[in-house]
């Protein structure tokens, strides 16, 4: 069975920051581009951070110089987010898909559960 598991969310302040953590499981997702979405209540769900399988990393304009991604070479892929701010809020969910990193969450074969940040002001 394939799953990608989600860990590190939580409540902070804004300005502080946390580390997200994805682990897959099931199968080898090296080869799979890897990325971050986040969904706010009442908003779309929004690809937040991706990287493909050689590295490539490409970010949403709100969190450029804020948020890190990065992967290992095992089946891990991470977040970095520093500087939070209140609209950082949001379920984040990880998923994987073959190819190249695409903004359409319809695109993405596997998704993680989802974890919760929550920035208060």
């Known amino acids: 069975q394939v799953q990608l598991v989600e860990s590190g969310g939580g409540s902070v302040q804004a300005g502080d920051s946390l580390r997200l953590s994805c682990v897959g499981s099931g199968r080898t997702f090296s080869r799979y581009a890897m990325g971050w979405f986040r969904q706010a209540p009442g908003k779309q769900r929004e690809l937040v951070a991706a990287?493909?399988?050689?590295?490539?990393t490409k970010y949403v304009d709100s969190v450029k110089g804020r948020f890190t991604i990065s992967r290992d070479n095992a089946n891990a892929v991470y977040l970095q987010m520093n500087s939070l701010k209140p609209e950082d809020t949001a379920v984040y969910y990880c998923a994987a898909k073959v190819g190249v990193v695409t903004p359409n969450r319809w695109h993405y074969e596997y998704w993680g559960q989802g974890t919760q940040v929550t920035v208060s002001s």
């Open positions: 990287i493909t399988s050689g590295g490539s």
